[in-house]
């Protein structure tokens, strides 16, 4: 091999090396309920995390769940939301833009000014992406939240189990009347 190509081929491969450093694994996400935040830089920019600049967030869900997702920051913003590529659609149009700035997503959730989005989810392995479709501000910050969902056999056992007692209950009354 020339030396010219030597080099060419040694840069190739210096540069594929720095290239896959670069990728940083998805941000696990807890699936208790917890919010965990996220970035974006403008519209039609990626969502992001910013401590591991990840572009997407995962987690695995034993029975099915609901996925939300909230505008914090300055209220305006819209994102498109995937899951395992698939799109799963847009939050809600924000009802004002405002430079008033709400970094709690429970309090951004529960006001219309703030764009949101809530999506059912069946038992499974999820990566989430998303790409922020309005930015009036050009950039900000959302968050995300996981929240596994019993199954309706398990409300009916919890029913039945409560019923159980009620009963077990009403029969010591009813004796000691």
């Known amino acids: ?5 030597t080099m060419i081929a040694a840069a190739i491969t210096i540069f ?7 990728i940083t694994p998805p941000v696990d996400v807890p699936t208790d309920g917890s919010w965990i935040q996220f970035d974006f830089d403008q519209a039609g920019s990626a969502l992001y995390d910013l401590s591991t600049q990840s572009n997407s967030f995962s987690f695995n869900l034993s029975q099915p769940g609901v996925l939300r997702a909230v505008d914090l920051g300055f209220s305006g913003d819209q994102f498109t939301i995937f899951a395992n590529g698939a799109s799963l659609g847009l939050t809600s149009t924000p009802v004002a833009q405002s430079v008033d700035q709400q970094f709690d997503a429970p309090i951004a959730w529960n006001n219309a000014r703030w764009s949101k ?3 059912n989810l069946a038992a499974g392995t999820y990566t989430i992406t998303g790409i922020a479709t309005l930015s009036p501000y050009d950039g900000g910050y959302g968050a995300m939240s996981v929240v596994a969902v019993p199954e309706p056999e398990s409300w009916a056992m ?6 159980m007692v009620g009963a077990i209950a009403r029969r010591r009354l009813n004796r000691h009347a």
């Open 1 to 5: 091999m020339k030396p010219v190509q």
């Open 117 to 119: 989005g809530s999506w």
């Open 158 to 163: 919890l029913l039945a189990g409560l019923g």
């Open 16 to 22: 594929s090396l720095n290239a896959s450093a670069v």
